[in-house]
């Protein structure tokens, strides 16, 4: 029961850790971003692209049970959170799929399937340039 | 505002982990608990970690967890009277006590402390203004509306947040902050939280603060807040450079005292733990104790002053430490009573002395006048005579009599006038001359000085000692008698001096005329023999183991070594002979050969000290022509010797032989010439003397001698032999001849009578001018016994008359 969150309180903004807290992993065919979301409506969370950001906000609220007393502790960071990373050149923003699990949202960014070289095709325009 | 970033993980985060959360539209109002703050601000975006204490504030946070924890914190106008912090935060709260800004917060973290109070993290959202103070629940509630900010894009404000970055940049470098405080700073993209931000991390007054809260323009805030910077920027500046001068400083000190330290250290680990301040302490101890002129205290004060500031282990230090010690061992004003009961004193003179009277006498009158003037001055006394005559030891007795303490210094062949005024302090191992050493050692201000040996004083280009010794030793000057170390006068007026010599030949004038001349002239047999009894004897017969039952020798036997083994004035080969005659007793009664008393008879002293060494010269048995009997003084005591004559044909001319000095040459022509010139009237046929070399000889040749006084000895040797008449062997003489013929006087008569009469000499003519000196020497019960006929005589004609046999005309 020691106070140790404000044995060593953040001396300013900016130091508090970020919330949610994400992890990253690179796989095979992509990307997987792990997002630490327990206790959090799922219908309260949007997770968009734009521009390959990636954004995830959302907000958490305490849930109190009826006949909640006093709240002896709060360490919990509730309230509005937004989360927005830049995702590499070679996604597939298409394919972005996002699920929940045991109270994490796994984001999947999957790469772009390498395709080769591809032949352009080239239109001739003849009469512009003699003109 | 698209990092280009393609890191491994390729995906990365900017930088606002925390969204805005506006939660009051422009325009709007809302009603929200209302936490006061107390000497603090709270600024949007910034965290503000706060304690809630007092029933009133601790509801309204509980109420608050259960919503949306939001609040509003407006700080509280310090009280006029504030006095007790609990007083006044119990005190109603009213909407004129708080500052018209507040922000508006969210309370992120929360804990409750086991005494009811609660720690708090709040963030600020938001600047708001108050506009309704509603004071009618359990807490206090505030009607706010947001307060806009305008923020104009301008190039001042692009300036202003350049050289505000600046400013801070270099206090944060100057103030040792966190570097990281500057790094965020810098991430920070709108103007409006930069200022925020900067003044939250400044040290302000909190009016200052308020003042940064309550400008809604960025502009305006930008350039309050670089205002501020630049003055806490200036603050630290001349923080440090105090702070560097003072380092400065103190960067000497402490390297002082850190070498100090060990310094310490060493000591004492050499076992030289001497505290250099307890010993310090204890000088200051014993001045306090010190009967010093004015002039001196303040000096010995002074150097103690000194002594405290110095580094016990410089050189400079030793020297002034000893200069305080000598200063403190001196005896100054301190004196010792005098004992100045006569009888006693005269007890203990005779108790250690036989004989010499005369200066028995001179200390009892000392005593006497000391008795009735206690004021006056110490004589100056200088004992003159041969050695081992007892001018030392009596000077101990002195003391003794006197009650006074004893000390002496010798001043044989001392040849720097140092020695006697002793050496500036400035020298390496400067110290006191002997004069001051000697009171230090006796302890006393007036104690009996002897100064032996003046007589050999030598002086070269150092200086004269004995012109040094002349301030010493004038009562008119030595009351303040300046020594070079020690600088200060010393009182030397109440000091016994005694002064001891051989001869005053060698004594300068000036110093001899200082002094009243006491002459020690030597003992007589008789006395010896007494000195023996009394004395010797009993010494060396007891440091050579034995007891009066062991060993005797009767005062003839004494008597015997006396003559026989002994040729001296004083009695210190006398004292070894009898050590010897002792020491060979002890060797007997040690290996059991005796068991009786030894009882050592004259005849027996050749078994012990060998056959006689001295042969005393005896009076001629027969009389002779041409050999006249002289008497002579010698630093070993009187003597006699022969004077013989002899006459050879020749052209008049005179021989002398025998060593003899230019006066006694000179005596030998006056004599010479006396005779010639009156021959008629002494019966010498004139012719006789013409034709003839006269050749006069005074063995043993060897012996250097001097002297007028063999003048009569010498013209009576002439008459004799040119008139044929011999002289009576048992008639001895002494006296300066003049030329006209009288007799003039001469000294050392004391020794001389005592000489004739131990060569068995009958007479002795001499200076009818001697007679007051001899008949003092020798008066009726007093001195030795003088078995002698005296001749005064005033010419040379009454002394012939009586040292020639008639021949019948």
Known sequence: ?131 | MTPENNDDNGITENNRPRPDLPPLEEGSQRVLPLLPLRGMVSYPQMLLPLNVEGERDTTLVDRVMFGDRLLALFTRRPAENETEEDDADEAPLTGGDLHPVGTLGVVLKMLRMPDGSMRLMIQGLQRVRLEEFIADGEYPRVRVSPLEESEPDTVRVKALRGSLTDIFSRVVELSNRDEDLLVAALNIEENSRLADFIAANLNLELEDRLRVLATADVQQRLELVTKLAGRELEVLKIGQSIQNEISEGMNRAQREYYLRQQLEAIRRELGESEQPSVELDELAERMKEKKWPESTAEKAQRELKRLRQMNPGSAEYVVAHTYLNWLLDLPWGHCSTDRLEIESARRILEEDHYGLAEIKDRILEFLAVRKLAPQSRGPILCFVGPPGTGKTSIGRSIARALGREFTRASLGGVHDEAEIRGHRRTYVGALPGRILQGLKTAGTSNPVFMLDEVDKLASDFRGDPSSALLEVLDPEQNDTFRDNYVEEPYDLSRVFFITTANTTATVPRPLLDRMEVIEFDGYTREEKAQIAKRYLFPRRREANGLTKKQLFLPIRTLRAVTDGYTREAGVRNLERAIGTVCRKVARKVAAGEVEERVVVEPAELDEYLGAPRVKLRRRRRRDCVGLATGLVWTPVGGEIVFVEVAAMPGKGGLILTGQLGEVMKESGRIALSYVRAHAKALGVDPDALSDVDVHIHVPAGAVPKEGPSAGVTLTTALVSLFTDRPVRNEVGMTGELSLRGEVLPVGGLKSKLLAARRAGLREVILPARNRPEVEEAFSDGEGPELDLDLHYVERVTEALKIALEDDGD
């Open chain 1, 1 to 131: 029961m020691s106070p140790r969150y404000f044995d060593h309180p953040p001396q300013r903004w900016g130091a508090e850790p970020p919330f949610p807290l994400i992890d990253v992993v690179e796989l095979e065919d992509g990307y997987l971003v792990l997002v630490e979301l327990a206790g959090v409506d799922p219908t309260a969370v949007r997770v968009t692209v734009d521009q390959r950001r990636l954004v995830i906000a959302g907000a958490r609220e305490p849930e109190l049970p009826a006949g909640s007393r006093k709240l002896l502790r709060m360490e919990l960071t509730y309230g509005p959170f937004r989360r927005s990373l830049q995702l590499p050149l070679d996604i597939d923003a298409v394919g972005i799929s996002a699920r929940w699990l045991n109270g994490m949202l796994h984001v999947h960014v999957p790469r772009q399937a390498y395709r080769g070289s591809v032949e352009v095709e080239t239109d001739e325009d003849r009469g512009s340039s003699d003109r």
